[in-house]
């Protein structure tokens, strides 16, 4: 299994930044995927995550106080994607962004947590 991340960059504060990341490999379900990242000097936090919701409603979301009302998470369950919607950007969103998800792997495999290569994102300010 193997996630792939996309979107970071560089973007001037106030501004948006698209992330997506992408799972593959041997995959019979992904549960939960989220947003991890890790600003310059400082430990890996939670940034948004979402569960694997159901056929009608979609997955149920968790943000980081810091993040709420800027961010959305979101995901495309045909696609196995996690996306991350980042609007009014701060220069303290600066960091490296993880994806995560929680895969299974057969009908009988609880499931396996995941990591994809990070992607910077700089804000500029």
């Known amino acids: 299994v193997q996630l792939q991340a996309f979107g970071g960059g560089l973007v001037q504060a106030g501004g948006s930044l698209r992330l997506s990341c992408a799972a593959s490999g041997s995959i019979f379900r992904v549960n939960d995927m989220g947003w991890y990242r890790q600003p310059p000097g400082k430990q890996r936090e939670l940034v948004a995550s979402i569960d694997s919701g159901s056929m009608l409603i979609g997955g149920s979301t968790n943000y980081a106080e810091s993040v709420k009302g800027r961010f959305t998470i979101s995901r495309d369950n045909n696609k196995n994607t996690v996306y991350l919607q980042m609007s009014g950007l701060k220069p303290e969103d600066t960091a490296v962004y993880y994806c995560?998800?929680?895969?299974?792997?057969?009908?009988?495999?609880?499931?396996?947590?995941?990591w994809g290569k990070g992607t910077l994102v700089t804000v500029s300010s």
């Open positions: 995560n998800a929680h895969i299974s792997s057969s009908p009988y495999h609880y499931g396996v947590h995941y």
